[in-house]
């Protein structure tokens, strides 16, 4: 019962975080064709490493609906092995996505010039080439590797103790900790932006009123508050758990880390799309768009079959403005 019941959430968290992502992922596409711009790619690599993690899960589903389900030790292996290679592509993606704001704020001139496409495509594939490494190094290292005791795939059946505090002390510590340093940086210098920005008014207007820029910095600071907030909230709580239960594996039971601890870090695929599409005032004017066009496209076909019920609503699509 309680197998199954894991795996409808599974399967609900797995579908959720598919749609979103693609639907990011495709308005993301339209954008980067219309402006061209360097850095989308980095958001749209986020959103493709969060549709891969949503796809193995799907797999995961699959076993719990299986059970009793007793695969062979390197069926499990591989399978563990694409779960952390899209997660920790997720988590890199996520990095690479704030260095390129980083530098964006950092140095706002020679932004162009420094992030070129052959750039990209390099950060990109090395993305990737480190993602694919910190997953399937226990499939090239059999040292890595341990004989599960549990009847169903998973990361403490598989995976030696010493490859998890590898990963997790080498690996997400030190992201963690990059993450954000990143976005508290870009927050202090948009600060600085807004002081000296409110010293020149102050000059120009001297002795009126002039108008306040305190709404705007707490909206940075909100967001970049959420920003790091739900990325720390959803991956750290499954990191410490999983490094105690590593150490000492009678002090944590491994099942409350893989059926509660690591779905909420697998929740942080579903927040991602959320977060930076509405962070972006261009992502979600293009979703906005997208979705009218689908909107009129049903209309017209409802036009067709029931003609003079579904041709009088037809929305105006030519001047679509998003408030924020």
């Known amino acids: 019962m309680a ?20 639907l990011v992922a495709i308005a993301l596409l339209c954008l980067i064709q219309k402006s061209g711009s360097k850095g989308l790619y980095f958001v749209l690599n986020l959103a493709i490493a969060d549709t891969v993690v949503g796809f193995t899960v799907v797999g995961l589903v699959v076993d719990e609906f299986s059970e009793p389900f007793y ?32 530098l964006a704020i950092r140095k706002p ?84 932006h807004v002081q000296h920005i409110q010293e020149v008014e102050h000059a120009v207007l001297a002795g009126g009123c002039p108008p306040s820029h305190t709404t705007s910095d707490m909206k940075a600071m909100r967001t970049v508050a959420v ?41 942080n695929s579903l927040l991602n799309p959320l977060l930076y599409s ?7 004017l293009q979703l906005s768009q997208l979705t009218a066009g689908v909107k009129r496209r049903v209309l017209l076909h409802l036009g067709r079959r029931f003609p003079g019920r579904g041709t009088k609503s037809l929305p105006t699509v030519s001047c679509l403005r998003l408030q924020d």
């Open 227 to 267: 920003l790091i907030g739900c990325f720390t909230l959803s991956w750290l709580p499954f990191f410490i758990a999983s490094i105690v239960q590593t150490v000492c594996p009678e002090c944590f039971p491994y099942k409350v880390i893989e059926n509660y601890l690591w779905l909420l870090g697998l929740c």
């Open 71 to 102: 695969p062979p030790q390197i069926f499990c292996i591989l399978r563990m092995a694409f779960v952390t290679s899209s997660s920790a592509a997720s988590i890199l993606s996520l990095i690479l996505v704030a260095c390129d704001r980083h």
């Open 278 to 284: 509405y962070w972006q005032k261009d992502v979600r």
């Open 109 to 192: 001139f020679h932004y162009f010039q420094l992030v070129t496409g052959l750039r990209v495509g390099v950060r990109l594939m090395g993305l990737w080439l480190v993602a694919a490494i910190i997953g399937f190094l226990p499939v090239l290292t059999p040292c890595f590797q341990k004989v599960s005791t549990h009847g169903k795939c998973s990361f403490f059946g598989v995976f030696h103790p010493t490859y998890m505090l590898t990963v997790f002390c080498v690996g997400f510590f030190p992201a963690l900790f990059l993450f954000i340093y990143l976005y508290c940086d870009m927050l202090k210098i948009a600060s600085v």
């Open 3 to 22: 197998s199954s019941a894991l795996g409808v959430i599974l399967a609900v968290l797995a579908s959720l975080i598919i749609t979103a992502n693609v």
